[in-house]
């Protein structure tokens, strides 16, 4: 009976197999592109998401739901399915089943701003950043037509994001665990909770997939100890994470992990600096072939 | 990371994790022994006892040991009692944490691995057939999910009914094995275990109603799982006795979740047409669009009349007549015992007559309807029909009522007759119940000036007197 109503509170997660073989891999995508590749639609949904108005723990439940989609032999290939239209089906998704679902409309006007190499804002798709003055209407905005299109495939992804999943949509988030556990531990301080949601939101980034080998209790508590050292701020002295059911080592491990975030995502915009990053099949493919032609020079 | 010296620096992890591996080899045989129990019960003969369920399914993770184990440094088990008094001290500076249920996530089946047997039933949201597992010779039920070819992809509601069943683990919830699939996108089957009998049909065959203590254990299952759902922010909004399933050893599961959905605090926006018109509350009928779990709440009112009468309890034959034939049972409300019902969209257009009651409590119910019920029983009755959804009681309340307490006692579920299965035949099951309604209508507005005009609804049985159906 204890354990019945944690299913709320926690995850499926990933198995090893699912963590070291996934169907990218399996079908020749280099791991350091295949990760690029994953962060940056997890930043791709982030924008989505805020330009929709969900909030944020449906975003969250959505970048987590693109996460596993690609884990795993059974899981998608980056060489089959283009990262975008994971990231915009598994938010599509992840708002239906919420309480503010959203239409596939908006969804797909949403992605074809975001996907415009002359409007976009995001670095990984216009590497000259946000123009100053709006572009030509037609760069980014969808035509009737290829709404039609788009839809489809939208729809047609979600079905197979689904499949991938067995149906297992559930997505239990840390954010509320953790200002739960902030009220428990008595750290009121405002900006200590700010940093809390700040690491969290981030290590959906993570290239160790922290949300999917981890439950959100430890996640929770890593990025309390965490904003609490960096705020200054003193928390018990006692061995209180393991009160929140997480031991020293997974603590440490997530501790490192968050930190090392910032680092990864510098490096990543250093490497890919002036490029973009292929969200599409066929971007990824002149990628691997690019990339198959240095080696070959050298 | 830390200034302080790391916990584990002093211990010795070899030995740490032999006591971890100790503790999960007596934990498997616990549960080996306690699933060994359980099939000899089942007394299946096809399988020798050893065997589990497709456990390599994922979404059977809760029902077999699972198949694979994630290594904490910490195996935290409630086997503190088996602890030898030396060990006890080293134990103690350990704390015991918390393990979270493993669960994986896997690609769904094909619907292959199925062999189908016979139909069960076809309802408003699919087909269900008895099936067998290729691979264990389990029987099963197969439910084939309707999509129909929708703007929005993936119907809601079938997401929703996969979400929740998956989320309502309890015995008296029907388990939801895995979803598979078949060669087309739109083909979804759940793959539920296998029921032999439905309460509906159940007592549509019955030649006498079930004993009073036997619908105190039928309600007790029954109410105990939705608690449960409650619990879990889980509406189910189709409680009728044709979706509470039953087995030959007298369990009784609750089943079709195609209405079913989360609730949250404060409640979303929710659509007014749910629940089967039968078993469908005042506040729907006329057009909260804010309501809550007390609709299923009144759906447990009509089902237990339904078991002490073996008759649905109100028959209506469109929503004006429904509403008639509440009041006609409950009497009509009034400001004292249902503040603020006024102000519903479909109240506006009520005509009632004056009413003398000036208690805020639901009146009980004419007891000359329910002449075996003992006075505790018409008590919960009442109150789980009462019109103002305020006063009905919450699953909790409802399982503390003193009805349950006095004698007859609640009958124990192995002493339950055993029927004659409809749904392992060939017969099909033929319910006269009304269907639930289908998701994305529009909600009717409707006039309720002739629920006590000058025609009763009830007498004409056409949808023609005071009814008027204006759409959009």
């Known amino acids: 009976m204890a354990t019945t109503g944690l299913k709320q509170l926690s995850n499926a997660l990933a198995t090893l197999d699912q963590i070291s073989n996934s169907s990218s891999s399996i079908d020749g995508v280099p791991s350091d592109l295949e990760m690029s590749i994953r962060c940056a639609g997890a930043q791709l949904t982030q924008a989505a998401g805020v330009l929709l108005g969900l909030s944020q723990d449906i975003i969250a439940q959505a970048i987590v739901i693109f996460t596993r989609f690609w884990l795993g032999a059974d899981g998608g290939s980056l060489r089959i399915y283009s990262a975008k239209d994971v990231s915009a089906a598994s938010l599509y998704l992840t708002a239906k089943l919420s309480f503010l679902p959203t239409s596939p409309r908006s969804v797909l006007n949403v992605y074809t701003l975001l996907l415009s190499q002359d409007a976009s804002p995001l670095w990984f798709v216009n590497p000259r950043g946000a123009p100053v003055q709006p572009p030509a209407p037609e760069t980014y905005v969808l035509s009737e037509g290829g709404y039609q299109a788009a839809r489809l495939t939208l729809l047609r992804i979600e079905s197979i994001i689904l499949r991938a999943l067995g149906f297992d949509t559930h997505v239990a988030l840390p954010h509320a665990i953790a200002l739960t556990y902030l009220q428990t531990l008595g750290a009121t301080k405002p900006g200590v909770a700010r940093r809390v949601v700040e690491h969290l939101n981030a290590a959906l980034l993570s290239p160790q997939l922290l949300y999917v080998t981890h439950q959100p209790n430890a996640l929770a508590v890593a990025a309390i100890y965490l904003a609490a050292r960096e705020e200054g701020v003193k928390l018990v002295d006692a061995n209180w994470w393991e009160v929140f059911d997480v031991d020293r080592e997974e603590l440490g491990f997530l501790v490192v992990a968050m930190r090392s975030l910032e680092g990864f995502v510098r490096k990543e915009t250093e490497q890919w600096k002036g490029k973009k990053i292929p969200l599409v099949v066929d971007d990824l493919e002149s990628e691997i072939e690019r990339r198959r032609m240095m080696d070959e020079g050298e | ?472």
């Open chain 2, 1 to 472: 990371m830390s200034a302080s010296k790391s916990r584990w620096a002093d211990e010795d992890p070899e030995t740490e994790a032999i006591i971890a591996q100790k503790k999960r080899e007596k934990e498997e045989k616990r549960r080996a022994k306690a699933e060994k129990q359980r099939q000899l019960e089942e007394a299946s003969k096809a399988r020798t006892a050893t065997q589990t369920d497709g456990s390599a399914q994922s979404l059977n993770g809760d029902s077999g040991p699972p198949t694979k184990r994630r290594r904490l440094s910490n195996d935290a088990t409630p086997a503190d009692a088996e602890v030898p008094e030396g060990e006890e001290q080293a134990q103690k500076k350990q704390a015991s944490l918390l393990r979270f249920p493993v669960r994986e996530w896997g690609t769904c089946r094909h619907v292959d691995n199925f062999e189908r047997l016979n139909h069960i039933e076809e309802g408003s949201y699919g087909w269900v057939s008895r099936a067998k597992d290729i691979n264990t010779g389990e029987v099963v039920a197969l439910k084939k999910l309707k999509i129909q070819s929708s703007p929005d992809g993936f119907p809601v509601t079938g997401l929703r009914e996969i979400q929740t069943l998956l989320e309502a683990r309890h015995q008296n919830v029907v388990f939801l094995r895995e979803v598979v699939m078949g060669n087309q996108m739109d083909d979804v089957y759940l793959v539920m275990d296998f029921l032999e009998h439905d309460l509906k049909t159940l007592l549509d065959e019955m030649r006498e109603p079930f004993l009073p203590s036997e619908i105190k254990t039928l309600l007790l299952q029954v109410v105990g799982g939705l608690e449960f759902l409650h619990d879990q922010w889980i509406m189910h909004r189709d409680l009728k006795t044709s979706n509470l399933l039953m087995n030959n050893r007298g369990e009784i599961k609750i089943a079709d979740f195609g209405m079913a959905r989360y609730y949250g605090d404060p409640p979303p926006k929710l659509t007014q047409l749910v629940v089967t018109l039968w078993y469908r509350s005042p506040e729907l009928l006329l057009g909260a669009d804010k309501y809550g779990t007390e609709v299923d709440m009144w759906s447990i009112g009509c089902i237990f009349g339904e078991l002490l009468t073996k008759e649905p309890l109100l028959q209506g034959k469109n929503e004006v007549d429904q509403v008639s034939k509440i009041f006609e049972l409950t009497g009509p409300p009034n400001s004292q015992i249902w503040p603020g019902f006024r102000s519903l969209p479909n109240a506006k257009s009520l005509r009632l007559p004056q009413s003398s009651s000036t208690s805020k409590n639901p009146p009980l119910l004419p007891r000359s309807r329910f002449p075996y019920l003992t006075n505790a029983g018409l008590n919960l009755l009442s109150e789980l029909l009462a019109l103002n959804p305020a006063s009905r009681p919450t699953a909790r309340q409802c399982l503390a009522h003193p009805y349950f307490r006095e004698d007859p006692r609640p009958k124990p579920k192995e002493m339950f007759p055993t029927f004659p299965s409809k749904a392992g035949m060939e017969k099909r099951r033929r319910h006269h119940t009304p269907e639930a309604p289908k998701h994305g209508q529009a909600a009717p507005q409707l006039d309720f000036a002739g629920v006590f005009g000058g025609a009763t609804g009830g007498d004409t049985g056409e949808a023609g007197a005071g009814f008027t159906l204006r759409l959009g």
